[in-house]
């Protein structure tokens, strides 16, 4: 039985990266609820849930940077680990300023995303 303290929420637009996420934290023994927009995540209701948000930037409506601002202004401490696959100098800086526990330009290795999750969530039995 996965604890819940092993949820990772990812948010990102491209329902393939969801798939290929949730398949890759299934196999490394985590639970991962996936939602497509910034916006039907707040909707879920499930913000203060997640041990770790895996959070795309360049998202359609509310970006990642405004997800994260909004959870911070609502008192979320939530790990999040920022994903994007326009990377540039102003855009790391500023997941650095959001206080990001990681910053991974697409394509990333998975076994830096596992690691990045393990660094925002803690050891894991």
């Known amino acids: 039985m996965v604890q819940a303290a092993s949820l990772v929420a990812i948010v990102d637009d491209d329902p393939s990266v969801c798939r290929a996420l949730r398949r890759l934290l299934a196999a490394a023994g985590l639970e991962a609820a996936t ?61 650095g300023r959001a206080g990001a526990v990681a910053y991974l330009p697409k394509p990333f290795d998975e076994a830096v995303l596992l690691g990045a999750i393990d660094r925002a969530i803690g050891p894991r039995p």
Request: charged share 15%; proline share 5%; hydrophobic share 50%.
């Open 35 to 95: 939602f497509p927009s910034a916006a039907a995540f707040l909707a879920s209701g499930r913000e203060n849930e997640p041990a770790c948000l895996v959070l795309d930037i360049h998202l359609g409506g509310m970006t990642g940077f405004e997800l994260q601002a909004h959870l911070a202004a609502a008192g979320s401490h939530v790990p999040i680990i920022f994903i994007t696959a326009h990377d540039d100098l102003a855009t790391r800086e500023r997941a």
